[in-house]
């Protein structure tokens, strides 16, 4: 168990980065019971300002004192940034909440975990998508699958340019697959577009795992359109997931919530994963909905996909 910081009856929060995923994490500290948003970190000290000040915190441009302002801390920044500023966070003695991916080397991810573990702290990862498994039931189902696709599509944009499309959408997609099988891959085949350079826009990737899971995903941000679906075969059936309509079909025998959009944490799996990491922070929980561990997993598996894009 992570130990107890040392927090006042409310938790002080902090936001490194004032872009979009920095404004949702801002709101949701804004909301959260036992929680506030007391500061925004951001290199442009107009973009902190104008996310922090309409939510009652103060802006910062400068890391360290930014730091001193906060008990825990959200990491939304680009993904470079990751590992910098979740190291100085945890070195500073806070809480941490690491959007995806973790950091973008395994050297990065295990110094992390290490340094968590050494100060027992919480370290956070925000693969989201297993909330949304969560509220539907397919942790419980009681078979492990044999086969799963995912596609992940995106329209091109300014955002996330700074990695290759495996580690800003596969990513979600590989992690679930782990989350799923509990297995080992041992085999990665993948093939890779380059449009805007210099990282991978678009790759479609094969996976077999040790327990005789195939695995086959696709993740674009060059597409005319958004796609996010998923089809998980099981030896007794199958389940289809549309991620965006929040839709699914299910032929095996095991009973999933189809009104899981109607519960806490199918409605806003982002406020339900801050929220147990706001109660992990304050030594109320003692699992975290994705440890960092899990997320080195998935980084891990992502860095072997791009390596066989490279090799292909």
């Known amino acids: 168990m992570s130990k107890t910081l040392p927090v006042s009856e409310t938790l002080e929060c902090g936001v490194v980065g004032a872009g979009v995923f920095g404004g949702y994490h801002a709101h949701q500290y804004a909301k959260l ?48 940034t990751h590992a910098g500023a979740a190291l100085a966070a ?22 992390l975990i290490a340094r968590a573990r050494a100060a027992g702290l919480p370290l956070a990862v925000g693969h989201q998508e297993r909330m949304v498994f969560r509220a539907m039931g397919l ?11 995912a596609i992940r599509r995106g329209t091109h944009g300014p955002r996330n340019l700074d990695v290759s499309c495996v580690l800003d959408l ?16 041992v085999s990665v085949e993948a093939d890779a577009r380059v449009l805007h350079g210099p990282f991978a826009d678009e790759v479609k990737a094969e996976a077999i795992f ?36 929040r839709a699914f079909r299910n032929t095996t025998p095991f009973a999933l919530d189809p009104d899981f959009n109607e519960t806490p944490v199918g409605r806003d799996p982002l406020g339900a994963a801050l929220g147990a990491f706001v109660a992990a922070a304050r030594g109320e929980l003692d699992r975290l909905p994705a440890e960092a561990e899990e997320g080195a997993r998935a980084l891990d598996l992502a860095l072997a996909v791009e390596q066989a894009a490279e090799a292909g």
């Open 210 to 245: 040790d327990d005789g899971l195939i695995a086959l995903f696709e993740a674009s941000r060059i597409a005319e359109a958004r796609e996010r679906r998923m089809r998980i075969v099981y030896p007794s059936g199958e389940v289809e997931i549309d991620f965006l309509t």
């Open 139 to 149: 942790f419980d189902v009681p078979e492990k699958p044999v086969r799963l696709e």
């Open 90 to 111: 945890l070195a500073a003695g806070k809480a941490v909440y690491v959007e995806k991916p973790l950091a973008t080397t395994l050297d990065d991810a295990e110094a």
């Open 33 to 80: 019971p036992g929680a506030r948003l007391a500061a925004v970190f951001d290199p442009h000290g107009e973009r902190a300002e104008a996310l922090a000040g309409p939510l009652g915190g103060r802006a910062f441009t400068d890391l360290a004192a930014f730091l001193g302002a906060v008990d825990a801390v959200s990491i939304t920044s680009p993904a470079t």
């Open 170 to 185: 596969m990513i979600h997609d590989l992690d679930l697959a782990l989350a799923l099988s509990g297995a080992e891959a």
